[in-house]
């Protein structure tokens, strides 16, 4: 199947505007026979309350299991902008390791990180099946 138009969408840090050729120039400069669409951000972010029964769950679970909760501004693209309207649930984004990095080249996670994620979820589920 031959793809004959292309709409990039994509998310950045807010504030931040970048001096590059945009995406879409960058693409018509591969093949200038394709269309790109720029339609800007398609998709706009979800950005979760912090006072949902869900959240509140989760702020219990974390120190149960002897972590400490922390809210994070994260600004790119993830699935619950997507997932979030169309199913109209909630949703939060949680889980080890050091979020600056994630989705870099020097993102890891620490094997008792990744234990205790699961303890935290774990106990979540129990909480929210009541």
Known sequence: MAVDRLAPGGRGPRGRRGRRRPRGARLQALDPEVEVGNDGFSTPAYRGEKNSPLVRVFLAAIPSQGGEPSFVLKSGTADMNIVVPAWSCPA??????????DHTPRE??????????????AHVLRKMAI
């Open 92 to 101: 939060v984004a949680c889980g080890p390791g050091e979020s600056s990095l």
């Open 108 to 121: 890891y996670m620490l094997l008792p990180e990744f234990a205790r994620a699961r303890r935290v979820l």
